[in-house]
């Protein structure tokens, strides 16, 4: 899987739009870009995933560049709850023994967002 | 939805004792998946199961550790004998199929004296 780059910590006022950068210059083109989460002494949560088209839903919206060597996480309106460690993870497919395919997850140091007041 | 439901949420045992972590995944949820987090090696995938079968024990650390699927409503991680150095927190995982998203239960904090 390709490997991703991530600020290692950022700040953001709450109320205000977060934009959590992420560099996966070495992605090929059946690998997806997924963000997760992880709030204190909690386990990971999904946000969103997207392959090439920028996605949006409840939680966020994902932008990925057009060629895909970057995307960046947008939390339009950042709360105190939303401080977390933000993962951006690379996934490829694997065909396991059966002839599945198995999409690895492999977590990063990740960025240590802090919403304040 | 319950989510996923992992038992105990807090270990403390002496080395050498046998510890058994319990997972219940998603309802409907075919795939399971069994990480470990520390501070030093962040999370790392252990073991993932399709349909109850282990599909992917590469990240299995040795021969004290095993992990079961009896059926598509549990599974169970075992470490004997335990080690200090075992000390983490396990997260069991659970998706829809092997390469949809995953969701995690909230962990078991293992400490081993």
């Known amino acids: 899987d390709a490997k991703t780059t991530q600020p290692t910590s950022m700040d953001c006022a709450e109320g205000r739009a977060a934009n959590l950068p992420c560099n996966h210059s070495?992605?090929?083109?059946?690998?997806?870009v997924y963000w997760y989460r992880q709030i204190h002494s909690q386990g990971p949560q999904y946000i969103i995933h997207?392959?090439?088209n920028n996605e949006t839903n409840e939680m966020a919206s994902l932008i990925i560049t057009e060629d895909r060597k970057s995307s960046t996480l947008i939390l339009p309106h950042a709360t105190l709850r939303d401080t977390a460690v933000y993962y951006c993870?690379?996934?490829?497919?694997?065909?396991?023994?059966?002839?599945?395919?198995?999409?690895?997850?492999?977590f990063g140091q990740g960025t240590i967002l802090t919403v304040h007041p | 939805d319950a989510g996923v439901i992992q038992s105990p949420r807090h270990e403390v045992t002496e080395m050498g004792q046998e510890v058994t972590l319990r997972c219940k995944p998603i309802?409907?949820?075919?795939?399971l998946f069994w990480y470990r987090q520390t501070m030093m090696r962040g999370l790392e995938l252990l073991i993932y199961?399709?349909?109850?079968?282990?599909?992917?024990d590469s990240g299995m650390p040795e021969d004290r550790f095993s992990a079961k699927m009896p059926n598509a409503s549990f599974s169970t991680l075992k470490i004997q004998p335990s080690e200090p150095r075992d000390s983490a927190v396990y997260f069991c995982?659970?998706?829809?199929?092997?390469?949809?998203?995953?969701?995690f239960g909230p962990g078991t904090r293992l400490t081993v004296t």
């Open positions: 995982a659970s998706s829809f199929g092997p390469s949809y998203e995953q969701y």
């Open positions: 993870i690379v996934r490829g497919g694997l065909v396991d023994a059966g002839g599945t395919s198995y999409g690895k997850l492999t």
């Open positions: 199961f399709n349909n109850n079968v282990p599909i992917d």
């Open positions: 070495t992605i090929s083109g059946n690998e997806y």
């Open positions: 309802s409907g949820h075919n795939s």
């Open positions: 997207g392959l090439k």
